[in-house]
């Protein structure tokens, strides 16, 4: 499951001719996190700023989102938190530079990043949705993932066993017709990324390192 990744950036906004994003969101995103998002409006595309984790209509509080950063596409119509969404085709993507997933290396799990080769932002297949809590108005969104265990990078990630996912990208060149789709079967855009286009790293988190006041005495 991806949990964590980093947006695309400025400058990846521009190689790919994306309209401009009004507004400033984290260079990283876990859960409940806020990202952009773009989307088919009624005459282009927009963008618009969204939780990472969807908040179904019926919530009553934001903490689902934690559980629901990440959506099999196998489900989407029997699970009660997307399925409103997939019925009225609310699909978007989530551009970004990088998803991080976890690999386990002598059973530690070990935080590995997943990017394309040639820096490259790209599209992680996504469901969105607005809700109404507490006269507050919440967009937000899921990562549609799909099956991984045939995958020759992906499914080396995640606990052992047999159950591998992977999100779903979707190349630059379908982009218009995801953000169109009208059917709540998804599965012709249900394909494993090339792995080709693809590297993947071990990416341990920065340390944050805090100075003592006997190191700072000095400054």
Known sequence: MC??????????LQQLHLPNIGFSYADEVYPMGMCPLLFQA??????????FGLVPKWATDLGIAKRTYNARHETILQKPSFQASALKYKF???????????????????RWGVRRQDGRAFFIAALYEIAKIDQQIIRSASMLTMDAIDHPMMKDFHEPGDVKR?????PQQHLQAWLNWKNPNIQPFVEGFPVEEFICQHAPKEKMIKLSPQLNMFE
């Open 3 to 12: 949990a964590n990744f980093k947006p695309l950036t400025l400058l990846q």
């Open 166 to 170: 992977s999100v779903i990208v979707i």
């Open 92 to 110: 978007g993507v989530i551009p970004v530079t990088e998803f991080y997933e976890s690999k386990y290396i002598e059973n530690k799990p070990q």
């Open 42 to 51: 009624e005459q282009q595309m927009e963008w618009r700023e969204v939780m």
